[in-house]
């Protein structure tokens, strides 16, 4: 623990000298490695460690915060008075630190912080080689390695201290192939709530040669074609769709602002029957996973829709006050430098009873999805485009061709209404999410859906051509 519970208690009750109902102290050390690969070299090799605290004061609706890198007591002590006399004068009173039992424990067999520089230097450079050699229109490969371990303690004036640690391992890689006339681009990622050890689970080398053969067959892929049809999508797709055009919009502070498709829409019907969405942050080895959230709530299961009832929105502590209730443990913060706002964790469709192969065989034609990529949506409507990275042709319920160029575009609440075949299946894909000038790590998987009608939008024979 950075500090001792007297110390916590001590920076805590300074903190509240100004009569604040609520204060916190989140503190933080994280030590990264990050490396990259471009035009055959190591490119970039970073290093290093970043720590700091955060501490949070509410009063009514009004929250002061402030942070610093510094982690002595005495500067704890003088920003918890300087936060402080943002809000009204008021009593200080006496604290009672007590831990929560940890909820789920990760199993982590090599801490990425023990691997040598060296291994990590010559895993990136092997998976640049393996894409390379795949085809000699593979023209750039693009390898990106981060691990962390980020070692936190958060306590507050409610009684709560947590301490934890929090290890990730990614990979990511980007493959682009090129005829002299068409570009085209496919990617691949590794990663997880685990050591090392991914990357013996997981071979890294037939993924990158996976996102090569991808790129180079786009290359003689026919555009795919445009207007509304069936759209089965794969739990190889990952659960970007269920992640963009509906966890969003189930974040308290975006329902409570208004902001949200599914503002005032708790025990109605919002999906079909066949759709249950729920957030979990316990699951062994995701990237989303994590056993206390950034405010010290123990992480725990949140079903957000039950059969295609609206059940649950996702909470953090500020959020939960607002209408007195507990939060769900989705208060995070991408460091001690941001205040916690409600996020999601690992968020998925749970599996349904098809099998995939009879979803497919029993619809005559349309586009079946296997690799989503990025995209835009409108959390007040729910509208949404999503580029589809991997997409085929559906032929008389059979595979057909690799097509290019498809997009997705409708409305999440709509689409969710009409899903008429859920598979047996699940697909997890990794990111990290974007909310508020926030990063943070997410997991999001589906089982395979099929949509019977959503607008593709094709891509035109002289559209993707170098310029």
């Given at each position: 623990?950075f ?13 509240l ?6 204060a ?8 990264i490695t ?16 970043d720590q ?21 007591k ?7 008075q ?5 809000l009204?004068?008021?009593q ?32 990136v ?5 393996a894409?390379?050699?795949?085809d000699p ?20 004036s ?27 681009t ?7 709530h ?14 990158a ?20 049809m ?17 966890g969003?919009?189930?974040?308290a ?22 759709i ?14 994590y056993r ?6 123990p ?42 706002i ?17 979803i ?12 989503m990529?990025?995209?835009q ?5 729910g ?9 085929y ?7 057909g061709?690799?097509?290019?160029g ?55 024979p ?6």
């Open positions: 623990m500090f001792s519970e007297d110390a916590l208690r001590e920076i805590l009750a300074a903190a000298a100004a009569g604040g109902d609520f916190e102290i989140f503190i933080e050390r994280r030590d990050n490396i990259s690969c471009e035009d055959n070299k190591i490119e970039g090799l970073i290093t290093g460690r700091g605290a955060g501490i949070r004061v509410l009063k009514g609706d009004k929250t002061a915060y402030g942070y610093t890198t510094h982690l002595h005495e500067t704890l002590i003088s920003l918890a300087e936060v402080a006399r943002v009204a004068p008021g200080a009173r006496e604290l009672v630190l007590t831990r929560p039992p940890s909820p789920v424990e990760f199993v982590i067999k090599e801490r990425p912080d023990q691997v040598e520089v060296k291994r990590k230097v010559d895993l450079l092997q998976v640049n080689s894409a390379r050699q795949v229109r593979v023209v750039q490969v693009v390898v990106g390695y981060g691990d962390g371990v980020q070692q936190v303690t958060i306590a507050n409610e009684g709560v201290l947590v301490e934890d640690e929090r290890l990730r391992c990614r990979l990511v890689i980007q493959v682009i192939a090129s005829d002299g006339q068409i570009i085209q496919a990617m691949e990622t590794i990663g997880g685990k050591g090392w050890e991914i990357f013996q689970e997981v071979d890294p080398l037939e993924k040669c996976q996102a090569a053969r991808r790129a180079v067959a786009l290359l003689t892929a026919p555009p795919a074609p445009a207007g509304k069936p759209v089965i999508m794969s739990g190889e797709a990952g659960g970007t769709m269920i992640h963009e055009a509906c969003h919009g189930l974040e502070d975006l329902v409570q602002k208004q902001l949200s498709v599914y503002s005032g829409k708790k025990g109605q019907m919002v999906a079909s029957p066949l249950t969405v729920i957030d979990d942050p316990t699951l062994p080895g995701k990237y989303g996973s206390f959230d950034d405010e010290g709530t992480a725990q299961r949140t079903v957000l829709i039950e059969k295609g009832v609206l059940k649950e929105y996702l909470y953090d502590y500020l959020t939960a006050r607002k209408e007195g209730r507990a939060s769900t443990g989705n208060g995070r913060r991408e460091s001690y430098q941001y205040r916690p409600p996020r999601m964790s690992n968020t998925f469709i749970a599996p349904g009873e098809d099998r995939p192969e009879d497919l065989r029993d619809t005559p034609h349309g586009l079946l999805v296997k690799r990529g990025g995209g949506v409108n959390t007040v409507t509208d949404f485009v999503f580029e589809v990275a991997e997409g042709l559906i032929q008389g319920g059979q595979l061709p690799l097509v290019r498809a997009t997705l575009t409708g409305n999440g609440p709509e689409v969710l209404k009409i899903i008429d075949r859920v598979g047996n299946d699940l697909g997890f894909a990794l990111g990290v999410c974007g909310k508020d000038g926030q990063g943070v790590p997410v997991g999001d998987a589906q089982p395979t859906i099929r949509i019977p009608e959503i607008i593709v939008g094709g891509l035109l002289e559209e993707g051509k170098k310029q």
